[in-house]
């Protein structure tokens, strides 16, 4: 079955610093992949989506590329902000099969210090 | 305006109680889900309906029942509560055939005693 694998946490870095999140995933068919974000005490938020191989998602300074070759699709952040910290999921969605429900990764717990 | 809400946001209860959370999303979605996140924040499908059909049951004891009364609502009942149901749920909702981008609710947390 389908399977996504995070990175373990916490990831803990000074202000600024490069954030890269690794996530690889198997699916049998070919997936949308996902990073979610959870702060602390809240619902999950859409951090960004690629839904094709090569595709690059982006916001809020983040960014990841589907890359079908190693089947992952690391989260990358040039400098991140105190603000930044959460728990950040990885998360596939195999449209092939139907099947629209989300698979996760355990999450990875990114704390930021000033 | 909420885009997904969930009540309660939390519920603590006695185990062998019987216990509803509901759902409700004003965005004109046709899918609606349940997931479960444990204490390790690990999150698991346990529901999934299109346009009030059941088309995702994971292997989740049959105390869980969803009931979906139109589209926008999807309401989870669970029977004979017990310690390990202990979680938060969350609803989300997406649009099929618009690349399948879920939006999450904000949780219920559910303790039981």
């Known amino acids: 079955g389908d399977s996504v694998t995070q990175m373990e946490g916490p990831v803990t870095l000074s202000e600024e610093a490069f954030l890269t999140i690794n996530c690889t995933y198997t699916a049998t068919g070919y997936p949308s992949l996902f990073w979610y974000v959870q702060y602390p005490g809240e619902g999950l938020q859409l951090l960004l989506k690629a839904t094709k191989a090569d595709d690059k998602g982006s916001n809020k300074g983040f960014e990841a590329t589907y890359r079908k070759e190693t089947t992952s699709f690391h989260l990358e952040k040039g400098s991140v902000q105190v603000s930044d910290s959460a728990v950040y999921f990885c998360?596939?969605?195999?449209?092939?099969?139907?099947?629209?429900?989300?698979?996760f990764g355990s999450g990875t717990r990114l704390q930021v210090q000033p | 305006d909420t885009a997904v809400s969930q009540t309660p946001k939390y519920l603590v209860t006695q185990m062998g109680n019987d216990k509803s959370i509901k759902c409700e999303q004003n965005?004109?979605?046709?899918?609606m889900y349940w997931y479960k996140q444990d204490s390790k924040k690990f999150l698991k499908i346990m529901f999934s309906y299109n346009n009030k059909e059941l088309i995702i049951n994971e292997t989740v004891p049959n105390r869980f029942s969803p009931k979906s009364p139109d589209k926008a609502h999807l309401n989870l009942h669970i029977n004979s509560l017990e310690l390990g149901d202990s979680a938060v749920y969350f609803c989300a909702s997406s649009l099929s055939g618009r690349g399948d981008t879920q939006y999450f609710g904000p949780g219920t947390r559910l303790t039981v005693l």
């Open positions: 965005l004109g979605h046709d899918t």
């Open positions: 998360a596939l969605s195999e449209k092939s099969t139907g099947r629209r429900a989300l698979t």
